[in-house]
């Protein structure tokens, strides 16, 4: 019989390699009003500040690289091709970085622009967006392809179609603040949670938690993935 295994990753998946996170201490909400730079009503109030916003956090994801929990998962993927399912909420590149295939991006890709014209979305790596134009359309109003605040996210229905089929869920550096990772541990035959702590005592409705670094954890989730697979 197939099985299907999902590993959905959060902020603590790229914390160690030195990108801020929103919520951690010294992140960017201590930094940024999260209303004014991601939402849909403070990108009409003042685009070129989401837009700044954005280019600032590109050229910071040029200046780091992927770490092993990044790598550990690239492996994974690679072992089992076609049974485990990558997604993450995280709008960086880094597990691409990693060598790691087809992966969902919930939320967007930080590299990325799309056009308010057509469309089109196209990669411009880790450069400004300022003098870019559309590649299909030539137009200049272009913006971040990232999901804000008061937009549909349209990687989801692909999320909830996957939930439907997996045998096995792996949910990594996330809080469950966005999406409600305990009601899909509860929905899944297995699972398994690896974050830096537990303050909201989600680990309770996982099969299995490990608290602490995904650094240290990755290795024994890739070990219970084997398992799993081979069982």
């Not at 009503?41 to 690289?65: H, I, M």
């Not at 690239?74 to 691409?96: C, F, G, M, R």
């Not at 349209?154 to 550096?173: Q, W």
Request: some cysteine; overall charge negative; glycine content about 6%.
């Amino acid at each position: 019989m197939q099985k299907n295994v999902m590993i959905l990753s959060g902020a603590g998946l790229s914390a160690a390699s030195g990108l801020k996170t929103f919520r951690d201490s010294g992140g960017l909400w201590e930094e940024y009003d999260v209303m004014e730079v991601c939402s849909t009503q403070g990108f009409k109030k003042n685009p070129l500040k989401v837009l700044d916003f954005y280019d600032e956090r590109r050229a910071q994801l040029s200046s780091v690289k992927p770490n092993k929990a990044h790598e550990i998962i690239a492996s994974i993927k690679e072992k089992y091709p076609n049974n485990v399912h990558i997604l993450t909420q995280n709008v960086d590149d880094l597990l691409e970085r990693a060598g790691c295939k087809d992966v969902v991006h919930l939320h967007g890709f930080l590299p990325e622009l799309r056009c308010n014209k057509c469309g089109f979305v196209f990669n411009i790596g880790y450069e400004s967006y300022k003098d870019k134009i559309c590649l299909k359309c030539s137009s200049n109003d272009v913006r971040h392809n990232i999901v804000m605040f008061g937009e549909q996210a349209p990687e989801y229905t692909r999320l909830y179609n996957l939930l439907e089929i997996i045998d096995l869920l792996v949910v990594i550096g996330t809080s469950g603040e966005v999406l409600p990772i305990d009601i899909f541990a509860i929905n899944s035959p297995k699972s398994i949670l690896n974050n830096l702590d537990d303050p909201n005592n989600i680990a309770k409705h996982f099969t299995k938690a490990y608290i602490q670094p995904a650094i240290s954890a990755l290795p024994k989730i890739k070990c219970d993935i084997d398992e799993f697979m081979e069982s």
